[in-house]
T-cell receptor, first 117, second 112 residues
Framework: DTGVSQNPRHKITKRGQNVTFRCDPI?????LYWYRQTLGQGPEFLTY????????KSRLLSDRFSAERPKGSFSTLEIQRTEQGDSAMYLC???????????????FGEGSRLTVL | AQSVTQPDIHITVSEGASLELRCNYS??????LFWYVQSPGQGLQLLLK??????LVQGIKGFEAEFKRSQSSFNLRKPSVHWSDAAEYFC??????????FGKGTMLLVSP
């Protein structure tokens, strides 16, 4: 399967614990995005990378959230000291972008569902 | 600021009937517009996109959408709905340089 891969698919944790999600994008894609989706809402942008550089972060991304893409390939999203409000589906997407343009199709993974008890 | 509004949270359509899902956007110029579909437990899949040119765009699975600048709309249509079309549909836009902004989605239910 050469699509976007995310793991774990489901994570249940207790409030205050740290969690980490991993995303493996389509191999030739240079951009990688993280979105969050809660019930009844559309996906909300969190952050994106072009290669290894994190180019934009949403105000939704509090200090407890950190994302990395160390070698421009896979990415991790870590949430420290989880809160119940962090319960959501975390979606990863990748695309092939040319220069600064962002008109390429985003290919989404199946998401990582986080439940914070 | 850019925004997308999908006025209908749920829509129920009989199998074989036609479908129209509404999408309105707010943006100062002509945006790039997209429709994605999300089936339960699945990621989002692109149905179609509008960048420029012909205002009626064709997508996968028999879907089409029409861009109407005067109405700031990009409604999704299908002439005959199949039970497998039951899913959540998201309209989205970007400026070509910004990230995608999504609407809240419309859940499509297909009745026999």
């Amino acid at each position: 399967d050469t699509g976007v891969s995310q793991n774990p698919r489901h994570k249940i944790t207790k409030r205050g614990q740290n969690v980490t999600f991993r995303c493996d994008p389509i191999s030739e894609h240079n951009r990688l995005y993280w979105y969050r989706q809660t019930l009844g809402q559309g996906p909300e942008f969190l952050t994106y990378f072009q290669n290894e550089a994190q180019l934009e972060k949403s105000r939704l991304l509090s200090d407890r959230f950190s994302a990395e893409r160390p070698k421009g390939s896979f990415s991790t999203l870590e949430i420290q000291r989880t809160e119940q409000g962090d319960s959501a589906m975390y979606l990863c997407a990748s695309s092939l972008a040319k220069g600064h343009a962002n008109t390429g199709e985003l290919f989404f993974g199946e998401g990582s569902r986080l439940t914070v008890l | 600021a850019q925004s997308v509004t999908q006025p209908d949270i749920h829509i129920t359509v009989s199998e074989g009937a036609s479908l129209e899902l509404r999408c309105n956007y707010s943006y100062g110029a002509t945006p790039y517009l997209f429709w994605y579909v999300q089936s339960p437990g699945q990621g989002l899949q692109l149905l179609l996109k509008y960048f420029s040119g012909d205002t009626l765009v064709q997508g996968i699975k028999g879907f089409e959408a029409e861009f109407k600048r005067s109405q700031s709309s990009f409604n999704l249509r299908k002439p005959s709905v199949h039970w497998s079309d039951a899913a959540e549909y998201f309209c989205a836009l970007n400026s070509g340089y910004s990230t995608l902004t999504f609407g809240k989605g419309t859940m499509l239910l297909v009745s026999p």
